[in-house]
């Protein structure tokens, strides 16, 4: 035999308005209007059979079945509250596991879990490098961190670092006997490219820069490969800020110019929308996102 029970929303509004004794301030509570919170009064009292309220000397009373019936419901609310609690606090432990580019994790989030584990131990990190070429998540995975513009269907995408392009190299190069003291000089000097030659061909047209021959030196499949070649001394690199920041603080790359190129595309923390706030995955975006507004406030290439 089915249930007959009367819609959420009007116990809701009546919860609140018996608790007190005021539709404006059940109205407040719910961010709902008085004229809504009124309207959901009546369709219970309509389901019901029975008046709930009733005004004298324009103060808001319970009825006698009105009180009866707030004494026996308002227990339920509070233990509707009580177990949704409990439940999040569950989904707040366990393995959650992050799927994100190499070159981030190694050069972010990597750094950084420990100070995640020891501020939430009851949650397992499990992290998956992964090249993404559709913005997607599978089904193992619970968050991933993409490259792109921000728009994925059906995901909710957090907004990690506003990403710019700015030449790097190693300190070695100022020992060595080419100029490297304006952007024209860069002609003097190979190229190191990440992934295509696109990323250096639109940076020195945005610049205008002169004499400078963009096809030539080599092209690395991996950001961090990149890096790596810069911070040997092989060439001059242009580094993704967020990427090349740990690079800069240790010392082993420097920005030798103070132009940069802000990009189109950026790195977002994505999950699914409808999990979005639901316990580890809530924990773990909130923690990123934590992390990266302290770390914007103390920022060696944005200065």
């Known amino acids: ?34 004229a809504a919170v009124s309207h959901q009064i009546k ?16 103060t808001l009373l ?10 026996d419901i308002k227990d339920i609310f509070s233990s509707l509250q009580d177990a ?6 569950r989904g707040a432990k366990g393995a959650i596991t992050v799927a994100l580019p190499p070159s981030f994790a190694i050069q972010w989030l990597v750094p950084r879990i420990n100070k995640f584990s020891a501020e939430h131990p009851d949650i397992d990190v499990r992290i998956k490098a992964v090249d993404f070429d559709e913005g997607h998540l599978t089904d193992d995975v619970d968050v991933a961190v993409y490259y792109g513009k921000g728009r994925w269907n059906g995901l909710l995408a957090d907004k ?14 100022f020992q060595s006997d080419k100029p490297l003291e304006e952007l024209d000089d860069l002609r003097h000097h190979t190229l190191l490219h990440d992934a295509s030659r696109e990323a250096w061909k639109n940076w020195i047209r945005h610049f205008n820069v002169q004499g400078v021959n963009v096809n030539q030196g080599p092209v690395f499949s991996h950001s961090m490969l990149v890096l790596q070649a810069a911070a040997l001394g092989q060439g001059i690199a242009l580094g993704h800020s967020v990427l090349a920041r740990p690079e800069i603080q240790a010392g082993r790359l420097i920005c030798p110019f103070d132009e940069k190129l ?10 699914h ?15 990123v996102i934590n992390q990266v507004q302290e770390e914007q406030q103390d920022d060696v290439i944005d200065q």
């Not at 006698?64 to 004494?71: F, N």
């Not at 802000?262 to 999950?271: D, G, H, Q, S």
């Not at 929308?273 to 923690?287: D, H, N, P, V, Y």
């Open 1 to 34: 035999m089915s249930r007959r029970l009367p819609p959420l929303n009007s116990l809701k509004a009546f919860e609140a308005a018996a608790r007190h004794l005021s539709f404006t301030k059940a109205a407040d509570e719910l961010f709902v209007t008085q």
């Open 43 to 58: 369709s219970l009292e309509s389901f019901l059979g029975m008046k709930l309220f009733l005004r004298k000397n324009r």
């Open 62 to 71: 319970l009825t006698e079945e009105g009180q009866g019936y707030y004494l």
């Open 84 to 89: 949704t609690q409990r439940l999040l606090a």
């Open 160 to 173: 990690l670092h506003t990403e710019y392009l700015t030449p790097i190299c190693s300190p070695m190069l």
């Open 262 to 271: 802000i990009t189109r595309n950026a790195y977002y923390l994505v999950c």
């Open 273 to 287: 929308e409808s999990q979005a706030e639901l316990g580890k995955i809530a924990t773990f975006r909130q923690w």
